[in-house]
T-cell receptor, first 112, second 111 residues
């Protein structure tokens, strides 16, 4: 695997609590992405970043925020977790816009 | 809505047979990529085809792209049990800075 680490790998949290997922890369790639994967929906883009402090929304950004204060770290925050945010979350990186993306191993989040 | 739509959603074939999966998309693209996901793992890049290319090969993989029909196909020849996985197409949308994935095809290779 490319140098991408997601943490935690598994988390169970209660409705209404804040949750932060971390994606750390050692590849110095410019682009970083957060996706969620749900049965019947494939992968859907939540937010992405094209540089330090440069982020934009994806197709399912409501209820999520992100931050990128360093090239290597991209944080995804659920301000107040809901059961609909139970999902598997994947971080991905790419060197430039377009060419292949490298994925982390995923974080399984359960909101009870 | 999803940019890419794979067809079929699920495919089950015998080992040694060829597997064909299709992907349709909606807008202009710079390139189209195919990824594989084994159960419980992250996605792994398989092959990329640019918008000015019509066909590309990589080992047992053959990808075609028809930009007039906004569609692509992935052919896996001489399938093996290890090819059992979900396969996703992803489009690099022209003018955007992101990859958009389809819902995937779940491929099962029976021994």
């Amino acid at each position: 695997d490319a140098g991408i680490t997601q943490s935690p790998r598994h988390k169970v949290t209660e409705t209404g609590t804040p949750v932060t997922l971390r994606c750390h890369q050692t590849e110095n790639h410019r682009y970083m992405y957060w996706y969620r994967q749900d049965p019947g929906h494939g992968l859907r883009l939540i937010h992405y970043s094209y540089g330090v402090k440069d982020t934009d929304k994806g197709e399912v950004s409501d209820g999520y925020s992100v931050s990128r204060s360093k090239t290597e770290d991209f944080l995804l925050t659920l301000e107040s977790a809901t059961s609909s945010q139970t999902s598997v979350y994947f971080c991905a990186i790419s060197e430039t816009q377009g060419p292949e993306a490298f994925f982390g191993q995923g974080t399984r989040l359960t909101v009870v | 809505s999803q940019q890419g739509e794979e067809d079929p959603q699920a495919l089950s074939i015998q080992e040694g047979e060829n597997a064909t999966m299709n992907c349709s998309y909606k807008t202009s693209i710079n390139n189209l990529q195919w990824y594989r996901q084994n159960s419980g793992r992250g996605l792994v890049h398989l092959i990329l085809i640019r918008s000015n290319e019509r066909e590309k090969h990589s080992g047992r993989l053959r990808v075609t792209l028809d930009t007039s029909k906004k569609s692509s196909s992935l052919l896996i020849t001489a399938s093996r049990a290890a090819d059992t996985a979900s396969y996703f197409c992803a489009t690099d949308v022209e003018g955007a800075q992101k990859l958009v994935f389809g819902q995937g095809t779940r491929l099962t290779i029976n021994p």
